[in-house]
Nanobody
Framework: QVQLAESGGGLAQAGGSLRLSCAAS????????MGWFRRAPGKEREFVAA???????????RYSDSVKGRFTISRDSDENAFFLQMDSLKPEDTAVYYC????????????????WGQGTQVTVSS
């Protein structure tokens, strides 16, 4: 199916910023959602943000409560990539971040996403 690849992870200090990218290739979907999830050490995979298209230039956006107001999800003009701008980073944001895609409406449920990237490490120091 669709191939996804994350990039942009790394080390940041508390209060700093990072921008994650997810490049998509292969099969595409007419109606789809792009999402970001993360897995912190010892924790379950957690929903971060998602962007779901309804029609050309019309889309929905959803954020988890833990990142709302600090993270921003966006896409490029030709929809070959989407991004997660992370500002005001906190040590608890430290996790492996995954991009994901599904053929369907926006959802926070990770089990409903079809395709996943391999993850990129984000580490936030105090």
């Amino acid at each position: 199916q669709v191939q996804l690849a994350e990039s942009g992870g790394g080390l940041a200090q508390a209060g700093g910023s990072l921008r994650l990218s997810c490049a998509a290739s292969g099969r595409t979907f007419t109606t789809y959602t792009m999402g970001w999830f993360r897995r912190a050490p010892g924790k379950e995979r957690e929903f971060v943000a998602a962007l779901g298209w309804r029609a050309k230039d019309v889309y929905d956006v959803r954020y988890s409560d833990s990142v709302k107001g600090r993270f921003t999800i966006s896409r490029d003009s030709d929809e070959n990539a989407f991004f997660l701008q992370m500002d005001s980073l906190k040590p608890e944001d430290t996790a492996v971040y995954y991009c994901a895609a599904r053929n369907g409406a926006l959802t926070w449920r990770d089990a409903l996403y079809h395709c996943w990237g391999q993850g990129t490490q984000v580490t936030v120091s105090s």
